[in-house]
């Protein structure tokens, strides 16, 4: 017999913190400013620089989110997984998502 369970990857809201931002929904490269500060190499550590974050184009917001949350490719956005019910025992059915 099989019935449905809460997805323990989303806590049931087919949705997760992403995995680039940690839910800040700021861009990890320049930390939500758009712009990257470095040393040039062979420059004395005074001599800083700047250039446009290549990961975000200057937005400053993460690449792969606008919420801070992702999809759940585990339970593909439902929230729920099926469990299978065995001899009174209670067992999910983890399965292989590609």
């Known amino acids: 017999m099989t019935i449905t369970d ?7 809201r087919g949705e997760r913190p992403c995995d680039l931002c940690d839910g800040s929904q700021l861009c ?8 990257i500060r470095f040393n040039p190499m062979g420059a004395p550590a ?3 620089t700047t250039e446009p ?3 975000c184009n200057e937005t400053g917001a993460c690449p792969q989110c606008n ?3 992702v999809f759940c490719e585990y339970c593909h956005g439902t929230g ?11 067992e999910r059915v ?3 998502h590609v």
């Open 67 to 69: 919420t801070g949350l």
């Open 6 to 12: 809460t997805c323990p990857m989303c806590d049931g």
């Open 80 to 90: 729920e997984i099926v469990v299978e019910m065995e001899a009174g025992r209670r």
């Open 46 to 48: 005074s001599e800083k």
């Open 94 to 96: 983890y399965e292989e």
């Open 53 to 55: 974050c290549s990961w």
């Open 28 to 35: 990890p490269a320049c930390r939500g400013k758009g712009i």
